[in-house]
């Protein structure tokens, strides 16, 4: 079947190029815009309390107009506020409130909205849209901003805005920034090695096109299945998108190009050796995309709506990008045929490659003490994840110099941390009658009475008299552990205690949303681990015809991502000191080192197996397979590591985290279990390895000439 690929997309390469621009275009044209939100209840289940909390709010109160933000205000020198700078804040606020702009509702200080301490005084930004997702409400924020400026003129005051809709702002400007550097940095990357490993321009230049063309068509297809299947994505998600297309897309155009170049040596002219390099290297590319593939779709299991529209996302884009690697590219560079390698002649001639082949000899000869080796390595690097800390603080991994990070370290200054994002507390009649007010002052104070609750305002009730509301300021950020700990926990237990017979408390607002959160991750990781592993231990077996290298190949991956997790918390959480790692990490680490790990993998036994499939002898067999792929999977892995190693370049911590895990987990997968562990095990097993298919039978081979010549040109038995 690849061959026919091969063939059709090599010997008809206007029509292939031309057929993907069209689709380029169209999709550019005409799809959808991919929505994004960063309402965490978006991203729950609606049996979850804090979504219901959410539900039961539109119901209840349907016009009350929410706090979106507050402006925090102080004295420029960090002093006490006096009695003009209180009559100056009061005036700057009615200033703003003013402005009348578009989802705000008003902006309003409480002569009494000052700290105790005296430094810190309040307005409270409040919106006419319960959708904070709405464009429009941050650009209202970005321009009270501006407003302020002239406002705070003459004055001993400034002012920062926080709290959701201005950490939304600028998370939102932060994202683009990253993408931008993100972009930039990938592209410098890609052409500085690829114009190392193959010294040619125009193979530094063309993948790039070819993966933006590619990138055009998956972008519009994600858009398309997310605005059919009602999908969105976080924040994040073009950051992830731009590094998976570029960082995948470079690996399986390397593979095809390894090959080729492979065939060119021996003397084939460049139709015939393309079509072949689709036809070796076709069934091990659509492998490794299918295990990418399903790996992505495990996490359409997940609880997690952020994940669940991320995984179709990257399963989509993953499959684009194979389709691309065995048509496109092989068009692209039929018609270029051996200028494409220009100004370098070394594709005429094998290279030494001392590197590969002492790797080679290595595992062949020394199996035992590299298997051991390798593993001894990556179990004490798996020692550190035993010590990860699940951090859901979010707003500490932004960037601190963010207008809305620096405003919130201000406001703690002088009030309670959850001052910014109240935990809300519903009380609603379960048979309908009126709620009985003595009863709701008494729910109140036992709210209050609970440890780590700063004040709880008296209930506000809504029109029927069947729901109360209580804003509840909690003690520490709406973020930090201690919040997210005593939402889920102790505050839920008391307020479902408390509640008067006939009634229901539900408990909700970010620390609960939070709390709900980190049930569903636990959840994932029960249910999408396994899921993700066996469906790629189903790929690995289809391929190979196995049922016994599925399992060590899946064994060794899971050490390379206890490994990856272990030196993430090591250099995150020991060395530099932060308070823990992003609690998405590990499905993140396990999907993307698990996943895109698998190729090198996939790559190096495939490549095994032809070999002893020639009648190659098994030692010398490991010895080739080794040394041949080596070049590819160690350029592959430098290149897909280095995509996602840019994201140590953001502020973001949690982009730095995901940057510097996936990176080095991949490298891990590439240089110790690819090169080292999955070879020399394979090795040791022999003839078991391939049972019950024993894919490892000799079948007879012609060689052609150029074959049979290059072969004995090498002298290293590399039989293609």
């Not at 029509?15 to 960063?38: C, E, H, N």
């Not at 507050?70 to 009061?90: E, N």
């Not at 002219?269 to 091990?284: M, S």
Request: glycine fraction near 8%; aromatic fraction near 6%.
């Amino acid at each position: 079947m690849f061959r026919r690929v091969g063939r059709f997309a090599v010997h008809r390469p206007w029509l292939t190029i031309a057929g993907w621009i069209i689709a380029a275009v169209a999709l550019a044209m005409f799809a959808p815009a991919l929505k994004s939100t960063t309402d965490e209840t978006e991203f729950l289940p609606s049996h979850y309390e804090s979504v219901r909390v959410g539900n039961l709010q539109q119901k209840a109160f349907p016009q009350t107009e929410q706090p979106a933000a507050i402006a925090v205000f102080q004295r420029a020198d960090g002093g006490k506020l006096d009695d003009t700078d209180r009559r100056d804040v009061i005036k700057v606020a009615a200033g703003l409130d003013g402005k009348h702009h578009e989802k705000i509702g008003k902006v309003v200080s409480d002569p009494k909205a000052v700290s105790p301490n005296g430094e810190v005084a309040l307005a409270n930004i409040y919106a006419t849209t319960k959708n904070f997702n709405d464009e429009k409400l941050p650009d209202s924020v970005k321009k009270l901003r501006e407003d302020a400026k002239p406002l705070l003129s003459g004055t001993h005051l400034k002012m920062g805005i926080t709290g959701q809709a201005a950490t939304q702002l600028d998370a939102k400007e932060s994202s683009t920034d990253t993408d931008a550097m993100v972009m930039s940095a990938t592209f410098l990357l890609i052409i500085v090695l690829l114009l190392v490993i193959f010294r040619s321009p125009l193979i530094a230049i063309l993948p790039l096109v070819i993966i933006a063309v590619v990138s055009v068509v998956a972008t519009g297809l994600i858009g398309t299945a997310a605005s059919i299947g009602g999908l969105k994505a976080d924040s994040s998600m073009s950051t992830i998108l731009i590094v998976v297309l570029f960082g995948v897309g470079t690996d399986y155009i390397l593979f095809l190009l390894f090959r080729y170049r492979e065939h060119l040596r021996r003397g084939q002219e460049p139709k015939e050796a393309l079509v072949e390099a689709v036809a070796r290297v076709g069934e091990t590319i659509a492998s490794a995309a299918g295990a990418v593939i399903v790996a992505f779709t495990a996490l359409l299991l997940s609880t997690l709506g952020m994940m669940r529209a991320m995984g179709p996302s990257l399963a989509i884009s993953v499959g684009v990008t194979l389709v691309a690697a065995l048509t496109l590219v092989p068009a692209v560079f039929s018609l270029l045929g051996r200028a494409a390698f220009w100004p370098s002649k070394a594709w005429r001639k094998e290279p030494r490659n001392r590197f590969a082949n002492g790797v080679g000899g290595l595992v062949a000869h020394r199996p035992g003490v590299v298997a051991a080796l390798s593993t001894a390595v990556l179990a004490i690097l798996a020692v550190g994840a035993f010590s990860m800390k699940p951090q859901f603080d979010t707003s500490s991994q932004m960037p601190q110099k963010l207008e809305s990070v620096q405003a919130m370290k201000d406001l703690q200054r002088g009030f309670s941390a959850g001052q910014s994002d109240p935990a809300m507390i519903y009380l609603s009649s379960t048979n309908g009658t009126r709620l009985d007010r003595a009863a709701l002052e008494t729910f109140r104070g036992k709210l209050a009475a609970v440890d780590g609750v700063g004040t709880a305002a008296p209930a506000v009730v809504n029109g029927d008299g069947t729901v109360a509301q209580y804003s509840v300021i909690l003690k520490y950020r709406p973020s930090a552990d201690e919040a997210i700990d005593l939402a889920g926990g102790e505050l839920r237990d008391a307020a479902h205690a408390a509640a008067p017979a006939g009634t229901e408390a539900l408990v909700g607002g970010t620390s609960a949303v939070l709390a709900d959160i980190e049930d569903a991750v636990g959840h994932d990781y029960r249910v999408v681990f396994p899921a993700a592993g066996l469906a790629i231990m189903i790929i690995l077996g289809l391929l190979l015809r196995s049922l016994v290298a599925p399992w060590y190949m899946m064994i060794a991956v899971a050490l390379g991502f206890g490994a990856t997790l272990g030196s993430t918390v090591w250099l995150f959480q020991d060395l530099k000191g932060e308070p823990g790692l992003l609690f998405m990490l590990p499905v993140i680490v396990y999907l993307f080192v698990v996943a895109l790990g698998t190729d090198y993998n996939i790559l190096m036994i495939a490549r095994l197996r032809e070999e002893v499939r020639r009648g190659v002898p098994p030692k010398e067999a490991i010895r080739t397979a080794v040394a041949q792929s080596t070049p590819t999977v160690a350029s592959a892995a430098i290149i897909l590591a280095g995509t996602f190693g840019v994201l140590v370049l953001a502020d973001n911590s949690m982009l730095q985290q995901m940057g510097f895990a996936v990176g080095f987990g991949i490298l891990l997968t590439a240089f110790v279990m690819a090169m080292l562990l999955v070879p020399t095990v394979t090795s040791l097993l022999g003839h078991k390895a391939w049972w019950p298919g024993h894919q490892d039978s000799p079948q007879a081979v012609a060689l052609t000439t150029a074959d049979k010549s290059t072969a004995s040109r090498t002298g290293d038995g590399a039989w293609h």
